[in-house]
């Protein structure tokens, strides 16, 4: 699609997108574990938010930016990583990546990535951050870290809910894997590191033989000694790990059910916020994702004390319609969608917005 100023929702992206990919593809970025329900229940938590707007405030201009780790967002929001992105078009993660040095919108890389984190940061202005799975052989941890350093990445976002992958039915029936010619990029370097053999989810197969376990928080202190960037965790849904993150020196902590791709029996996103925020006392940021799909989920997220929230699925789905062209879109449209919902709310700046409009 050359021209995607016709899409108007989110949801209006997906619909497309499902015309454009390859049913595999698809199948693979939508799907959520087991029974999918918590990708239900991450929705229908977010609705159950009801908003009691204020009146008569002067809400002509709306200053929708804010600051967070270093980094100035145009409004109070990141990409999510996100594997695999040329299955959803041939540029992949550096359409994105451009995507979000034209918009200012940061964008989290993940391990997985079908493009080499130092190509990725060689797209200018692209405010990143680095998200880390952390292998069995911590070789390969230790060197994923140091090259997301020097390739000049702001912040490390380490996975934490993830000690095996969620059972992906859709993968399964699907024998998921890589096409021809698209690679783990990132993980290319280390020898035997980037591809086994499976007769069912090929992703599964790689979690179960190389990714680790038996992660705990003294590999958090010690990902933490290996680097000068703020590190964060993602995957956080209880106050008390919240408040042991911020104890060991994490920067900020996102809270995150993965999409509802890992535990389909997991609490959703914004019922698990409030207690995550009261865990870290107000000492580091929190943000969230899961089910973000109108400005107001934006807003909401902020009223129950986030700082940010990470946008996931619909950037793959601008991403599939128009390339770069698709992404910036998807941003405009919640850029735009939060400023007006903002405004409706009573709000001048995200700063008047508070648990007392929920």
């Known amino acids: 699609m050359d021209d995607p100023g016709n899409l108007l929702t989110p949801n209006d992206f997906r619909k497309a997108a499902r015309q454009a990919l390859e049913r595999s593809a698809?199948?693979?970025?939508?799907?959520?574990?087991?029974?999918?329900?918590?990708?239900?229940?991450?929705?229908?938590?977010?609705?159950?938010?009801?908003i009691r707007h204020r009146v008569l405030v002067d809400v002509s201009?709306?200053?929708t930016s804010t600051e967070l780790l270093g980094l100035k967002l145009p409004f109070p929001a990141m990409i999510a990583p996100m594997a695999y992105q040329r299955l959803a078009h041939p540029v992949g993660e550096l359409a994105t990546a451009r995507a979000s040095a034209a918009s200012g919108v940061p964008l989290v890389v993940s391990t997985m990535a079908n493009?080499?984190?130092?190509?990725?940061?060689?797209?200018?202005?692209?405010?990143?951050?680095?998200?880390?799975y952390c292998h069995r052989d911590r070789e390969i941890t230790k060197d994923l870290i140091?090259?997301?350093?020097?390739?000049?990445?702001?912040?490390?976002?380490?996975?934490?809910?993830?000690?095996?992958?969620?059972?992906?039915?859709?993968?399964?029936?699907?024998?998921?894997?890589?096409?021809?010619?698209?690679?783990?990029?990132?993980?290319?370097?280390?020898?035997?590191?980037?591809s086994v053999a499976s007769d069912g989810s090929e992703l599964a197969e790689l979690f179960r033989t190389r990714q680790d376990a038996s992660l705990t928080w003294d590999d958090i202190d010690w990902i933490r000694s290996l680097t000068k960037l703020p590190v964060l965790l993602k995957g956080i849904v209880r106050g008390d790990d919240a408040k042991r993150a911020a104890d060991a020196g994490c920067a900020g902590v996102i809270v995150s059910n993965h999409g509802g791709r890992q535990l389909d029996a997991s609490i959703a996103s914004a019922r698990a916020l409030p207690e995550v925020v009261a865990g870290v006392e107000d000492r580091i940021p929190?943000?969230?994702?899961?089910?973000?799909e109108w400005g107001a989920d934006i807003l909401r997220a902020l009223a129950l004390g986030a700082k940010a929230v990470l946008i996931g699925r619909p950037i793959l789905w601008g991403l599939a319609v128009a390339g770069e062209a698709g992404v910036r879109r998807?941003?405009?449209?919640?850029?735009?969608?939060?400023t007006r919902a903002t405004q409706l709310a009573g709000c001048a700046s995200i700063t008047d917005i508070d648990s007392d409009l929920l």
């Open 26 to 50: 698809y199948d693979y970025f939508i799907s959520g574990s087991d029974a999918q329900k918590l990708k239900r229940r991450n929705r229908a938590a977010w609705d159950a938010l009801e």
């Open 61 to 63: 201009k709306v200053d």
């Open 146 to 194: 140091q090259r997301a350093e020097a390739a000049g990445y702001r912040a490390l976002v380490v996975t934490v809910d993830a000690p095996v992958l969620g059972r992906r039915l859709a993968d399964e029936r699907n024998a998921f894997d890589l096409p021809k010619g698209l690679t783990r990029a990132n993980l290319d370097r280390y020898a035997g590191s980037g």
């Open 286 to 292: 929190v943000l969230v994702d899961g089910g973000i």
């Open 330 to 338: 998807v941003l405009e449209i919640y850029q735009e969608d939060f």
């Open 115 to 132: 493009v080499a984190l130092e190509e990725i940061a060689g797209v200018k202005r692209a405010p990143l951050w680095f998200q880390l």
